[in-house]
Nanobody, 122 residues
Framework: QVHLVESGGGLVQAGGSLRLSCAAS????????MGWFRQAPGKEREVVAT????????YYAESVKGRFTVSRDNAKNTVYLQMNTLKAEDTAVYYC???????????????WGQGTQVTVSS
């Protein structure tokens, strides 16, 4: 079992920045990929960014490339999402996810956090 807890969401003006954190507990000794997804009202959940266990392999959705950065600190069992130059269309609930069957990329998330709201005012 992996328990994920997100933090860092909030209200920010367009052009501003936020950093989300996701702390993992439980099965933290395993090597697995983690990432961030988001879901806006009336839309399906979509992948935002993923990161391999080593941190060497990352993936970003086209809509956030150049603005968001995913990173992880395995010593702290924490994954981060630095979000810069935020836009109104980034408004969503952001979820942390883990795929315990893959060390490189998330194919099918096995565990989800509870989500944290990010609201960008224009």
């Amino acid at each position: 079992q992996v328990h994920l807890v997100e933090s860092g969401g909030g209200l920010v003006q367009a052009g501003g920045s936020l950093r989300l954190s996701c702390a993992a507990s439980g099965r933290t000794s395993s090597l697995y990929a983690m990432g961030w997804f988001r879901q806006a009202p009336g839309k399906e959940r979509e992948v935002v960014a993923t990161i391999s266990w080593s941190g060497k392999t990352t993936y970003y959705a086209e809509s956030v490339k150049g603005r968001f950065t995913v990173s992880r600190d395995n010593a702290k069992n924490t994954v981060y999402l630095q979000m810069n130059t935020l836009k109104a269309e980034d408004t969503a609930v952001y979820y942390c996810a883990a795929d315990v069957n893959s060390a490189v990329a998330i194919t099918t998330p096995d565990y989800w956090g509870q989500g944290t709201q990010v609201t960008v005012s224009s």
